[in-house]
């Protein structure tokens, strides 16, 4: 079974702002708990001005990632680790260990997107800017679904795959053996 995936809202480029039109689509397989695969129809939309490519995804899934959004906040989270017995169909142990590592890098990147969506999109004060508060611990603990919270913030209002992470970074790969 193939889920059809398209949203009605207009897309615009997260890049350069310009409207995105379709281009095509693409399968894209995502992971869940217990060895389930689903497939997704996602549509590929490209920018009327820089050319730039974006794929449109569900809430249920992170960019570049094949699991479900959910298998991912849980191991980042501490629900879900390698050494629980139902976890066999989970990632392997290194994946969820890369997610942490990514997790660590890129956390005050984050946190300062977190803090620009609350004072572009939701009219907080700049006084949210300049403190120290971490929003990402926040709404950690307070959002069974924070990985989905954060793809909504990160980027207005579309959420197109290939563009979310464009600001994020990958540690360099001698930090993952630690």
Not at 5 to 20: D, H, K, M, R, T
Not at 45 to 53: A, E, Q
Not at 70 to 75: N, P
Request: net charge negative.
């Amino acid at each position: 079974m193939i889920f059809f995936v398209e949203s009605s809202a207009i897309s615009y480029c997260p890049v350069c702002g310009e409207p995105l039109s379709y281009r095509d689509s693409c399968v894209r397989i995502m992971r869940l708990e217990g060895g389930i695969r689903r497939r997704f129809l996602i549509r590929r939309l490209k920018c009327c001005c820089c050319g730039r490519l974006h794929r449109e995804l569900p809430d249920c899934l992170v960019p570049y990632k094949h699991y479900a959004s959910e298998v991912i906040s849980g191991v980042l989270d501490g629900m879900v680790t390698p050494e629980d017995d139902d976890s066999a169909d989970y990632p392997c142990e290194r994946t969820m260990r890369r997610w942490q590592c990514w997790l660590e890098f890129n956390r005050l990147r984050i946190n300062g997107y977190l803090k620009s969506a609350g004072y572009r999109l939701l009219g907080f004060s700049t006084e949210l800017l300049e403190s120290r508060v971490p929003l990402l611990e926040k709404l950690r603990s307070s959002q069974p679904e924070w990985l989905d919270e954060y793809y909504g913030a990160a980027e207005p209002p579309v959420r197109c795959g290939e563009s979310h992470l464009s600001g994020l970074t990958e540690p360099p790969v001698d930090s993952y053996s630690a």
